[in-house]
């Protein structure tokens, strides 16, 4: 490794004899040139990262992630406000799971997209809503697990 390091030392040193013997035209005209490639590779690489920049906002790839990353921000708004919906009119725990069994017995296989969706935010809203606080997180572990509250059986409505 020091021999190729001795190399590159040695090769620099004689251009840079070279380049002082160097007429002052020939200077300039070298300078000219070296400039004139540095602006042409800054030009190139700046048609790359633009060319690498339409590929990647036109990707479908792309397109898909950020279509799933506005969906989420969506249903995260929806999700909040229904549960700000809920605190506000002060949502008993028995109104709860009754309103989280009707939407766990929805059937997909009927609704549309935006119906479908509606429901999936309207069981996390109320999940989240239940498990804000202690008698709440204790109904809905009870319930999930036996399909009972209070000692009130809830079978899905298949409705």
């Known amino acids: 490794m020091p021999k190729l390091v001795k190399c590159k ?3 620099i040193n004689i ?7 160097y007429s002052h035209g020939r200077k300039r005209r ?4 070296v ?7 800054r030009k190139t690489a700046a048609i790359g990262a633009a060319m690498k920049e339409y ?3 036109n990707s479908q790839e792309n397109v898909d992630r950020i279509n799933t990353a506005e969906m989420n921000a969506l249903n995260d708004t929806v999700k909040s406000d229904l549960m700000s919906s809920y605190k506000s009119g002060n949502l008993s725990t028995d109104e709860a799971i009754s309103q989280l069994n ?16 509606d429901n999936d935010n309207r069981i996390r809203a109320l999940s989240s809503y239940l498990a804000s606080t202690k008698d709440g997180q204790k109904a809905l572990d ?9 000692g009130k059986n809830h079978e899905y ?3």
């Not at 251009?15 to 013997?21: A, D, I, S």
């Not at 400039?35 to 590779?41: P, T, Y």
């Open 142 to 150: 009870e319930f999930m697990s036996t399909g009972r509250y209070n």
């Open 102 to 117: 009707v939407a766990q017995g929805y059937d997909y296989s009927t609704g549309t997209a935006e119906a479908n969706r």
């Open 157 to 159: 409505n298949h409705g």
């Open 35 to 41: 400039g004139f490639l540095n602006k042409d590779g």
């Open 9 to 11: 030392d040695m090769l």
């Open 30 to 33: 070298l300078s000219s040139a």
């Open 15 to 21: 251009g840079e004899r070279m380049y002082l013997n």
């Open 55 to 57: 590929d990647y906002n």
